[in-house]
């Protein structure tokens, strides 16, 4: 069965500094990926996804994901984190063959202080 | 606004009554599911709908049921509600899976 696993529960960094958040998945073949964001009280809003072809995607609000499979990781960064971005984040993943039973990790609360 | 619209958006019930959250899409989305977060678990599937007429459970599934009458709604009933369904619950449609979800705001569910 599929699995996420965010290591991190509770992140904090400055205004102004680089935010990297960890996502690792098992999952024997290749996995269609996927990052959203939670603010409080809100549902969730894509940030971005990778199913096939460059590795390296752009999302939106400034924030880019890697997918490397030698890692069996999908890292989501931003280079300068502004007060806005405080929020959780969620890494997901599912499989290709009509409906994708998504799985989602736990998730990353993301601090910004100033 | 297009997206998916979740009703209500807070709800308190006893233990033992019956209810059923409404979530609608005009997005014409095929797929559309329910989900239940909890603190510490992220989000669990409970039913999905890949069609009108076409339904099928997820993770945890017990205590919930839905139908799919139409493409825009997808309803989920639960049966006879109990505490340990005091839960965030969130609607979600999409075109193509791997294009990713819409959510709905959530309905903010306790039962006492």
């Known amino acids: 069965a599929q699995s996420v696993t965010q290591p991190d529960i509770h992140i904090t960094v400055s205004e102004g500094a680089s935010l990297e958040l960890r996502c690792n998945y098992s999952?024997?073949?290749?996995?269609?990926l996927f990052w959203y964001v939670q603010s409080p009280g809100q549902g969730l809003q894509l940030l971005l996804k990778y199913f096939s072809g460059d590795t390296l995607v752009q999302g939106i609000k400034g924030f880019e994901a890697e997918f490397k499979r030698s890692q069996s990781s999908f890292n989501l960064r931003k280079p300068s984190v502004h007060w806005s971005d405080a929020a959780e984040y969620f890494c997901a993943v599912g499989f290709s063959g009509g409906y994708q039973k998504v799985t989602f990790g736990i998730g990353t609360k993301l601090q910004v202080i100033p | 606004n297009a997206g998916v619209t979740q009703t209500p958006k807070f709800q308190v019930l006893k233990t033992g009554q019956s209810m059923t959250l409404q979530c609608a899409q005009d997005m014409n989305h095929e797929y559309m599911s329910w989900y239940r977060q909890d603190p510490g678990m992220g989000l669990r599937l409970i039913h999905y709908?890949?069609?009108?007429?076409?339904?099928d459970q997820g993770e945890v599934p017990n205590g919930y049921n839905v139908s799919r009458s139409t493409t825009e709604d997808f309803p989920l009933r639960l049966l006879s509600a109990a505490p340990s369904q005091t839960s965030v619950y969130f609607c979600?449609?999409?075109?193509?899976?791997?294009?990713?979800?819409?959510f709905g705001s959530g309905t903010r569910l306790t039962v006492v």
């Open positions: 979600a449609s999409s075109y193509i899976s791997e294009y990713g979800y819409t």
């Open positions: 709908s890949v069609g009108a007429g076409i339904t």
């Open positions: 999952y024997g073949a290749t996995p269609y």
